[in-house]
């Protein structure tokens, strides 16, 4: 099926790539279905695109890459809601807020995107103890 | 709005499960006991529209950050 999307203009993709939010993420609580586009090769960022509406895209990257120690516990219920086992299956990502200039720019560590992309399930979690990991984690000064 | 009022060490019951109990009044500062089933998430609510509000501000996004995106390989 071919979709619209934010960035990338109409993009092919395939039914069993959606991925389900089933709550939606924080402030977008209606919008369920995403599918992850990837950059580029060997770019650390991709977009998560809703499948039905074009403007919702957000920009995601790869944490680690960013904060080398970010580590999270997951609660039963999480796992429960993910069908996760282990790490195994499991894709952590973070929104991006992109600045000008782009150093600027931050990640959200308080609120990571999991993705169970096995089957196909994810959430945006938000960590119960907010001073952990800030909302704003800036890109510059990491070892981007 | 439902209002009632409860004193320290008074509780109310949402649903048979939810239990939110006063444990101290200091000021203007009152401390909450919550008993809620595990799958309940309970987040101060100025966290939980944080994140709605960034990522809201996240979705804004120019052509050209995108652009510069794309040049930065690893």
Redesign the interface.
């Known amino acids: 099926m071919n979709i619209e999307t934010k960035f990338l203009g109409e993009v092919t993709i395939e039914e069993k790539e959606i991925i389900q939010f089933q709550n939606g993420l924080p402030g977008f609580e209606d919008i369920t279905e995403f599918v992850i586009l990837p950059l580029e090769i060997d770019s650390p960022f991709a977009i998560l695109q809703s499948v039905k509406q074009r403007e919702i895209g957000f920009v995601l990257a790869l944490p680690f890459l960013f904060k080398k120690d970010y580590a999270f516990e997951l609660s039963d219920e999480d796992k429960e809601e993910l069908k996760i086992k282990s790490s195994e299956n499991l894709l952590t990502y973070s929104i991006v807020t992109l600045k000008e200039p782009f150093s600027n720019s931050t990640l959200n560590l308080q609120a990571p995107v999991l993705i169970n992309h096995k089957l196909k399930i994810a959430k945006q979690l938000v960590l119960q103890d907010s001073n952990t990991y800030p909302l704003r984690f800036p890109i510059e000064g990491s070892n981007f | 709005m439902l209002v009632l009022s409860r004193k320290k060490d008074e509780s109310i019951m949402i649903g048979d499960q939810i239990e939110l109990k006063i444990l101290s009044i200091d000021g203007d500062q009152v401390k909450l006991g919550i008993v809620a089933p595990?799958?309940i998430?309970i987040?101060?609510s100025e966290?939980?529209e944080?994140?709605?509000?960034?990522?809201?501000?996240?979705?804004n996004?120019?052509?050209?950050?995108?652009e510069?995106?794309?040049k930065?390989?690893?």
């Open positions: 595990k799958n998430k987040y101060r966290v939980y944080s994140i709605q509000k960034q990522n809201q501000e996240s979705l996004v120019s052509k050209s950050l995108i510069q995106l794309l930065k390989n690893l």
